[in-house]
């Protein structure tokens, strides 16, 4: 019997297969069951044109058979089979695949689909073993084949007694070698982790002798080795079912048991679509943060199925980021593959599927704000952030699809709000969304910069995460409501007979200010009386895009530029202090340059920035209790 050789590049290209396409040797089971399962499913669709052919799906599996006496591992399908022209055509020629050539062959719809599509996935079975043998007798043909091939050296194909339509694969484990443990394909235990992982919802059972030992009827202490066929696949997933078929306990069960999370999710998501693009998905939004979550560590994705089989365990282009913490899986029979199955083709199903996603995740979080509030202020004090860095990272790009899930403390309410709900509280005279950053919300309730929004009645939301200005500067605005920060030289709160009085005030003591201001010169900016203090002497606002607040962020960021905000000081003309100063400046110059500096310091503390010089400053208190 003469050894054939494979076509044309064959050979590198099995090497190039066997060493470098896939990342995990493991796949190789998944790929034969799929062959299997195709296999099986081209029966079914030649029954559906010829009434010769009856298809009872009980007739119909994929068994498993490792022998560790013979370092064998048999993959037997009842399928369609192969003549010897289609072993010699199919499996002589890598990367020709006679599913995708019956694909082109039949319109194949009734919710079933070709799982092969490059003809590689068998040639994956080199990857373990050091031969391999295929024995087939195709449906209609009283006659069987055996191929058999080493490898890259080349094949063989005699004929041979087979007495069941099918195809029977019998690969010749390898042995061990340092690098690499090959006796766990043998081992019953890894074969139904394998199938259940990557395998488990092929539409036809995947059967395996099972050996168990099992305690005798009557007895306490014996035990019979018992062997018994079981079914490793659970064949029928659960986002196949109606949604009326299913309870709130069945989903939580499905997480739990997909090691989604140890939380119980919020919410769950149940999709079927049909139309420019078939998917099926079960979608969960987690209550609590994986504890990887804000590492870079964590990976975000979906699995991903088609046909059945796990083609990704983790396909991060069906989720934007800022939508990262959902778990679960989609399906779709409409998605092509690449030769490896585990990276797909960034086409347009991928797209439509993945748009399809977010508005679905949105639409859920929305409805949780509105109808389950307890729930949502859960999720949000997981996840907020997520959110809040996807409105900063895009520059604006997504802020429609995130501004109305964003939350924060209220001022007036005591509690979390959305913009919506700030903007439908707004007075009829208030031109903006004012809010205040801070450390927490107790510091924040202390600012003296809050003081007079907060006495004319106006709402303001306490920013107390170190993304939430960035984001709001991103926002810029709601409902064409304008952000402002009670930390704003141009806070805007006052009224025209009051920026009147100011701008009197200004300038009667000009003279004092300019002379602060050569006192302070490269510290701040300008020195202004203050339209917002109250009980306060002196307060530091910013001019500018960056806040103080986010000056003291980006310095906590390693490798961060030094930017730092431009500060105005600001004085409180009806406070005491102010009319100290003011005497000071007349008739003291050296303690006029003493209240300069403390005041400045002042509201240096205030803010929470450091003092320049702690000891100049200590020993100007002394002067002043002197």
Known sequence: ???????????????????????????????????????????????????????????????LEPNKASRTLRVIDTGIGMTKEELEDNLGTI?????LNFKKEYELKDGYDIIGQFGVGFYSAFMVADKVTVISRALGSHEGYKWESEGESG??????????????????????????????????????ALVKKYSDFIRYPIKMDIHERRLKE????????????????????????????????????????KHFGFDKPVAHLHIKTEGSVRYNAILFIPEKTPFDFYTKDFEKGLELYSSG????SKCPDLLPDYFSFVRGIVESDDLSLNISRELLQHNRQLKLIAKNIKNKIKAELENLIKNDREKYEAFYQSFGRQLKFGTYNSFGADKEDLQDLLMFYSSSEKKMVTLSEYVARMKEDQK??????????????????????????????????DVDEFAIQVLMSYKEKTFKSVSASDVDIETDEEKKQAETQAQDDKALFDKMKELLSGKIKDIRLSKRLKSHPVCLV?????????????????????????????????????????????????????????????????????????????????????
């Open 432 to 465: 903006h969304i004012y809010y205040a950053a801070g450390e927490s919300i107790d510091r924040i309730d202390k600012m003296p910069q809050t003081e007079m929004v907060r006495d004319k009645g106006y709402e303001i939301l306490y920013l107390t995460e």
């Open 218 to 257: 009557g007895e306490k202490d014996e035990y019979d080795d018992v062997v018994e066929e079981q079914i490793l696949n659970s064949m029928v997933p659960i986002w196949r079912k109606n949604k009326s078929e299913l309870t709130d306990e069945d989903y939580e069960r499905f997480y739990s048991e």
């Open 155 to 192: 094949y063989t194909i005699e004929p041979c007694a087979k007495e069941n339509v099918g195809t029977e694969i019998v690969l010749h484990i390898k042995s061990n070698t340092e690098e690499e443990n090959y006796d766990e394909f043998l081992e019953e235990y890894r074969l139904r």
């Open 542 to 626: 910013s001019d500018g895009a960056v806040s103080i607040e986010m000056e003291k962020i980006l310095k906590t960021m390693p490798g961060s530029p030094n930017i730092t905000a431009e500060k105005v000081l600001e004085i409180n003309p009806s406070h005491s202090v102010y009319a100290a100063l003011k005497n000071a400046f007349e008739h003291d110059e050296e303690k006029f340059k003493l209240f300069t500096d403390l005041l400045y310091n002042q509201a240096l503390l205030m803010e929470g920035l450091s003092v320049e010089d702690p000891l100049a400053f200590s020993n100007n208190i002394c002067k002043l209790m002197g």
């Open 1 to 63: 019997m003469a050894k054939k050789q494979f076509k044309a590049e064959s050979k590198q290209l099995l090497n190039l297969m066997i060493h470098s396409i896939y990342t995990h040797k493991e796949i190789f089971l998944r790929e034969l069951i799929s062959n299997a399962s195709d296999a099986i499913d081209k029966i079914y669709y030649k029954a559906l044109t010829d009434e010769s052919i009856s298809f009872n799906s009980a007739d119909y599996y994929i068994r």
């Open 95 to 99: 990367a020709k695949s006679g599913s």
């Open 309 to 312: 089989v796990m083609i990704m």
